[in-house]
């Protein structure tokens, strides 16, 4: 099946630090990505969409400048975090739908998601 | 904007039996996807069972069977002889099928527990 991976798997920092996180296809390409945080014991919330050569589209109320989007290929997109402040502390997974899978067949893929902490 | 609502936040399973997890979406499209997604303590989230709103019959993987009821906008899905690897939270989600909007919308999640 396919494959998505996320590194760092977990990542402690200081406030007022960047912390970059990559999302990965590994055995399909991917035009479109999407970010995803999500709190304890809820649900998963969309941040924004990433397109491949363009770019991203975020949710409302999703800070543009502090969560940077990058989708330099089919296979690759990193997250960003800015000034990170404890408050940005959590849990960031990504998903990638699967170029080569239309209609019936599609579905997206998720990886196994990046925790977060800023002291 | 379409929502999705899972009633249940909790649910639990005696080893073997069979449970139904609830799901009911709101939307005013007739071309859209459905998809029930497990998330276990690992919190890699793992696609259990999709639908297509076309299609008429109710989707199968194994053990895991939905009721897919259109008019009623229902999405329950039946896990049939539960394991203890099916413990985990599950969440319902929806996504359009027209145009190049592939975002996924999300209920809150159930948690099944499954007791041994």
């Known amino acids: 099946g396919a494959v998505v991976s996320q590194h760092p798997s977990r990542v402690i920092c200081k406030s007022g630090t960047s912390v970059k996180i990559e999302c990965r296809s590994l055995d399909f390409q991917a035009t479109t990505m999407f970010w995803y945080r999500q709190f304890p014991k809820q649900s998963l919330m969309l941040m924004a969409t990433s397109n491949e050569g363009s770019k991203a589209t975020y949710e409302q109320g999703v800070e543009k400048d502090k969560f940077l989007i990058n989708h330099a290929s089919l296979t690759l997109s990193t997250l960003t975090v800015t000034s990170a402040h404890p408050e940005d502390s959590s849990f960031y997974i990504c998903s990638a739908r699967d170029d080569g899978l239309r209609g019936a067949g599609e579905t997206q893929y998720f990886g196994p998601g990046t925790r977060l902490l800023v002291l | 904007a379409q929502t999705v609502t899972q009633s249940q936040p909790e649910m639990s399973v005696q080893e073997a039996e069979t449970v139904t997890l609830s799901c009911t979406y709101d939307t005013s499209e007739s071309d859209y996807y459905l998809f029930w997604y497990k998330q276990p303590p690992s919190r890699q989230m793992i696609l259990v069972i999709r639908?297509?709103?076309?299609?008429?019959q109710n989707a199968t993987e194994n053990r895991f069977s939905v009721n897919f009821q259109k008019a009623a906008k229902s999405f329950s899905l039946k896990i049939s002889d539960s394991q203890l690897g099916d413990a985990a939270m599950y969440f319902c989600a929806y996504r359009s099928g027209g145009g190049s909007n592939y975002k996924l919308t999300f209920g809150k999640g159930t948690l099944l527990t499954v007791n041994p």
């Open positions: 639908q297509e709103a076309y299609k008429q």
